[in-house]
């Protein structure tokens, strides 16, 4: 069920990559109705299935492509009975419509009911104003990564690498070349690798010592195209010793996480790599709810692809900002460029 689990979301992105399709475009505005939309992009199904009628009502192009949309939203939140109505829109719309109104639908379900990060939309490549100069890669996609070994391996999850990809790895003013030297798609981890030496390994920590209410820190990249490529430092604890549905193999998490942190390293008090964070709860009310691999998993991974790796000891006695700032420099954003 994991693998099934790992596939679909890994396809959601791939098609979010392939397509560019935003999960607000079928949010367009109808007078009277305020209300009724402010529902629907809450995630209720009932709102949603009344809205793509409304949309269906309008008859216009734009509007069967919204409700389409919408109707596969609600469908997959639990609507019933929606084959028929579904099947009767897509009749009037091309191919290309139909693919982007499902996986529309199924990013934006994906945000409200299941912890996934990795459907940020990829930022737009920057644009050059020099018509001689070659053009900018396209950016499928980015995250979060952490140095753990002096000889350029790299930390992070499975599902910010898309296939066919060129990936960079930027730490501060320096950008480097990076290469996939293990994946793993059941436990979203994976192991990338730079030139060695080039930047300082954070610990590893792999004992059973880590309890509910282990105060925890991420540090990372997220919405970079709002917030930028410098690193971005969260505290919080740990929440749950199981995850989503009591996944056993990841730890829920109290640190604020959005687009872009999927793949950071999740810190103790004393600087040691403890987990991977790799999606947040999408679903309202819910608020910080974050999830993390466990170090357990992490451990296995690493026993498969890093056997020699060492097992640091307990916290230092620095204080938070040295052990912050010394986990800062082990860590960087990872950019997903489209393969020439």
């Known amino acids: 069920m994991k693998r099934v689990l790992a596939f679909f979301f890994f396809c959601i992105a791939c098609a979010l990559s392939i397509f560019s399709v935003s999960a607000q475009t079928f949010w367009d505005p109808i007078p009277g109705h305020d209300d009724l939309i402010q529902a629907a992009r809450s995630g209720y199904p009932e709102a949603q299935v009344e809205l793509a009628r409304t949309y269906i009502r309008q008859r216009t192009p734009n509007a069967r492509a919204n409700a389409a949309a919408l109707l596969h939203l609600a469908r ?38 299941h912890p996934s990060l990795e459907l940020e939309e990829p930022a737009a490549a920057p644009k050059t104003s020099d018509p001689q100069s070659p053009p900018e890669p396209e950016l499928l996609g980015n995250g979060s990564g952490t140095v753990i070994s002096d000889d350029g391996l790299i930390l992070t999850a499975a599902h910010v690498l898309p296939d066919s990809s060129n990936i960079q790895f930027r730490s501060g003013n320096a950008t480097f070349p990076a290469e996939i030297v293990a994946i793993d798609r059941e436990t979203d981890l994976a192991l990338l690798k730079i030139e060695p030496g080039k930047l300082p390994a954070a610990p590893l920590r792999f004992d059973s010592s880590v309890k509910l209410g282990t105060p925890v820190f991420t540090i990372g990249f997220p919405n970079i195209k709002h917030q930028g490529v410098s690193p971005k430092l969260n505290k919080g604890e740990i929440s749950s010793l199981a995850g989503y549905r009591d996944d056993p193999s990841t730890w829920q998490i109290s640190v604020p996480v959005l687009p872009g942190n999927s793949g950071g390293a999740l810190f103790d008090n004393g600087g040691h790599i403890i987990g991977i964070v790799v999606s947040k709860l999408f679903l309202q009310g819910a608020g910080h709810v974050s999830y993390a691999v466990t170090s357990a998993k992490l451990g296995e991974f690493l026993g498969k692809h890093l056997p020699d790796k060492s097992i640091a000891a307990g916290p230092s006695d620095d204080s938070f900002e040295e052990v912050a700032d010394r986990a800062v420099r082990s860590c960087g954003l990872i950019m997903s460029y489209k393969s020439e």
């Open 76 to 113: 997959l939140g639990g609507a019933r009975n929606l084959d028929r109505d579904i099947n009767d829109l897509v009749r009037g719309l091309g191919r290309q419509s139909i693919i982007q109104a499902h996986n529309a639908a199924v990013i934006l379900y994906t945000r409200y009911n």
